[in-house]
């Protein structure tokens, strides 16, 4: 399946953005999606990930100010992310595989097709 992310920009701290992640070349209904981000000089953290069942799961750092959501009829998966802070500025992939085992939603080596990045720059 091939990704595309898309939504980043430039915002002031407080504001909001929503990410897209559009897939094509196969449906998407049954992979669990993730978003992951990196920043300058930093290893790329997860943020969050919905799964088939749409069951959703969240790093901390974002828990409360972002929610990950999809429509499988569209074969997209978006990423709401409000209340944005300087640090979450960042280039944000999505990632997506079919065989993500619960335990690890959280590891970027569970998925094996990756969009590209989307730049988001939070400024205070």
């Known amino acids: 399946v091939q990704l595309q992310a898309s939504g980043g920009g430039s915002v002031q701290a407080g504001r909001s953005l929503r990410l897209s992640c559009a897939a094509s070349g196969r449906t998407f209904s049954r992979y669990t999606v993730a978003w992951f981000r990196q920043a300058p000089g930093k290893e790329r953290e997860f943020i969050a990930a919905i799964r088939y069942s749409g069951s959703t799961h969240y790093a901390d750092s974002v828990k409360g100010r972002f929610t990950i959501s999809r429509t499988n009829a569209k074969d997209t998966v978006y990423l709401q992310m409000n209340s944005l802070k300087p640090e979450d500025t960042a280039v944000y992939y999505c990632?997506?595989?079919?065989?993500?085992?619960?335990?690890?939603?959280?590891?970027?080596?569970?998925?094996?097709?990756w969009g590209r990045g989307t730049l988001v720059t939070v400024s205070s």
């Open positions: 990632a997506a595989d079919p065989n993500v085992i619960l335990s690890a939603v959280s590891m970027d080596q569970s998925y094996h097709s």
